[in-house]
């Protein structure tokens, strides 16, 4: 039966509400397999991991994970609306030297491919997706940008909704380094040891879809819900990233904003904190990463640190 379903189709039937009369009009054994969204996401997952079977694209398919070698900017890359929740950390144009993206556009270009990748997450995102962006307040190297701002304004255009914002104290920042002018009020320089976890949605705010299982604990709930965010930022030399987030983070969002077996993506995988918070978290999981260095160091920290798990 369920060769002769076009994914399209099932997908369309899951939005519209009618998957499970469809089933029951047309298979009824299937629909009792089908009588829940653990399986519906299961059955997605599935699908795009048979698209991508024996290509090169595929870099590790491990347990409910997948991570592709791909460009956030290829908006082929998925032709369904398919993730439940999406958390990133985009390049922030604050030209790290990352091995393939050049991290130093010009301030124009990097709203350009800003606005680009925020539309792909769209188009790939259910009704009822969310989207945590984790993104800078402000920066003020190569000249000062109000990036949150100006970020949160691009998701608006292109079609997410503004929920609320998370600000993340960042304890270990090292960007206490300039002044401007020293003990004198001719242009001293203000730099906030914060970024921005920016929380948008699709379409509703409420979840009706899914499996309605939440994991969270009343101390996390009570503690997430205040939308002050303290812990450390993340070692890049004991992770080996130019600029990998925290595993905290991605945790938290997923335990706030989502149930067990939603689909998650991060669009800039890096070195894969978000699929193995997703993975320990009994989620399934999509990311994709254009460099094919940063995609073997994500594969090996996905296979070592989500082994005790699911
Ligand atoms: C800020 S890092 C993400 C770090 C990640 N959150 C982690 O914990 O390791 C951004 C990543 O995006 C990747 N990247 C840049 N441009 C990309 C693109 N067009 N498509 C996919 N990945 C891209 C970079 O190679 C880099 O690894």
Known sequence: MLKFVNIRTFVYLLNKQSFYHYFKMNNT??????????NTNSFIHSSILNKYENNEKNILHHKKSLLLNEDALNKNIFDEEIFDLIIT????????????????????????FSEQWMQNCFRWAKKQCRFCLNIPLDKNKGGQRSVGADLTILAQKVGWKYHSTIIWNEGNISRRTAWGSWLSATAPYVISPVELIVVLYKDEWKKTFGSKISDITKKE??????????????????????????????????????????????PF???????????????????LEIDKKYCGLAKQRIINETKLLF
């Open 29 to 38: 054994s299937f629909h009792n397999a089908c009588n829940n969204e653990l």
């Open 89 to 112: 950390s985009p390049p922030y144009n604050v030209d790290i030297k990352y091995n393939s993206h050049h991290d130093d556009l010009n301030y124009e270009e990097y709203l350009i």
């Open 221 to 266: 709930f009570m503690d997430w819900t205040n939308g002050l965010w303290t812990f450390n930022g993340e070692s890049k030399k004991r992770i080996g990233h130019p600029a990998p987030f925290p595993l905290e983070l991605p945790f938290r969002c997923i335990k706030l904003f989502s149930y067990i077996d939603d689909i998650i993506f991060d």
């Open 269 to 287: 995988v890096g070195s894969g904190t978000t699929l193995i918070a997703a993975n320990n978290t009994n989620r399934y999981s999509i990311g």
